[in-house]
Each structure stands twice: as structure tokens, then as C-alpha cells.
């Protein structure tokens, strides 16, 4: 993309075309090195086609034409690589601010589960659509086993009544001073002799809920 530029702008034709492509390719970084160090590379070629531009517009406005320049324009004329290295400081700040407020977005179930509740809880009222189909089965599983309404001869077992949950969790939840939420509705059963793995993306209230079962955290 940055070569298709640089050849774009040695077309007088084309330069329209080449704002086009400059504007969008801003926006990428790796334009803005490419562009920039293939402009520092062809600045002779640059500095003689500016000095022919300008010789033309001299005569068409009937002036003397220019003194050609005795030296190449500079790697930070905005000409060559000046655009290209503001761009790419402003990038390099914008992009490591749009990285840390993605990662706080993602590690922040409340946040995450209200942003896409206020997408899609229109079409599923009453359901976190941050939730998956699993996790509310195994809500509703936990909630028969605690009121005795599981129904007999699971057909996944096929061995009559499934053994009875080692651990079994419903509704945990864990508020610590100051109002924040480390777990919120943790609803689960674990039978006996199952290896039982707890998954989660960072501040979903893993190491929380461990430390509840384990009884060090009350």
C-alpha cells in the first residue's frame, strides 16, 4: 500500500487517488513506516518533481521560473517523512490507549455482560447474553438437585440416579468493601470422582471463588 502510494504521487493524474490512499493508510502504522522510509529513499525524485510542479505553475501564472534547490528536501520535510512520523506518534498513543481500555473492557464481566445486554436484551429478556447456554443449564440443574426435583434415569448415564454433587454452590456471591462484585450468581455442582477444571478471563472471580470453597475467604 505504501508503494502503490509513492507511485501514485509521481503521477500528477493520480495525486487525487494518492490523498485517498495517504488518508485511509494513516491509520496504519506499518503504512507509515513503509511510506515514510520509501519516501526518505526517493526524496531526489520527490525534490525534482515539486521543482518541475512548481516551474509549471511559474509559467502558467507568466513568473520567472524557480531556482532549482541545491539540496534534497529533509527526512522531516512533510514533503518526505514528516507526516509519516507525526502520524505515527500519534498512533503509537492512540493505539496503546485503545489496547488498555479493550483489555479493561474484556476483563470487567459486569461492564462486558451490560454492554452486550444492552445489545441483545431485547431479544432475550430476562437472560445475560454474556452467558452460555452451559452455565444456565447448570444453573437450573443445581436448583433441582437443591429443591429434590432432579429427574431419575439420566439418559446420559444410563445407570438410574446420577451420584450425588461432592461440591455443590448456588447463587455465591461475593461483595468486598467498597461495593465491587468479585462474584456474582456462581451456581455449580461437581460430582464425585470428576476432575473439575475452573475456567475464566482474568477478574471473573476465579481465585475468589477457590478461596470460598477452601474456606479463606468468608
Known amino acids: 500500500m505504501a508503494m502503490i502510494s ?3 504521487s509521481f503521477v500528477p493524474e493520480l495525486h487525487v487517488w494518492n490523498d485517498y490512499v495517504t488518508i485511509i493508510g494513516r491509520f496504519i502504522p506499518s503504512f507509515n513506516l513503509g511510506h515514510g522510509l520509501l519516501s526518505v529513499n526517493f526524496s531526489p525524485i520527490i525534490t525534482a518533481l515539486d521543482f518541475a510542479q512548481e516551474a509549471n505553475d511559474a509559467k502558467e501564472a507568466g513568473l520567472p521560473p524557480p531556482d532549482y534547490p541545491e539540496t534534497n528536501f529533509k ?5 518526505i517523512a514528516g507526516l509519516d512520523i507525526v502520524a505515527m506518534l500519534y498512533g503509537s498513543f492512540a493505539y496503546v490507549v485503545a489496547a488498555i481500555a479493550m483489555d479493561y473492557f474484556l476483563a470487567t464481566p459486569a461492564l462486558y455482560g451490560w454492554v452486550l ?5 431485547g431479544k432475550n429478556k430476562g437472560e445475560n447474553p454474556s452467558e452460555d447456554e452451559d452455565v444456565r443449564e ?9 429443591e429434590h426435583k432432579r429427574p431419575k ?3 446420559e448415564d444410563g445407570d438410574g440416579d446420577r451420584e450425588e454433587d461432592a461440591i455443590l454452590v448456588d447463587n455465591l456471591t461475593k461483595i468486598y468493601r467498597g461495593g465491587k462484585k468479585a462474584v456474582r ?9 470428576q476432575c473439575f477444571g475452573l475456567l475464566g478471563i482474568n477478574g471473573a472471580g476465579k481465585t475468589t471463588t477457590l478461596s470460598i470453597l477452601s474456606g479463606e475467604v468468608s
Request: charged share 30%; net charge negative.
Open 138 to 146: 447448570e444453573e437450573v440443574r443445581v436448583k433441582r438437585v437443591i
Open 117 to 121: 445486554a444492552s445489545i441483545y436484551g
Open 185 to 193: 450468581g456462581f451456581s455449580l455442582g461437581v460430582p464425585y470422582g
Open 75 to 79: 527526512a522531516t520535510d512533510d514533503r
Open 153 to 155: 434415569g439420566d439418559e
Open 6 to 8: 509513492i507511485f501514485l
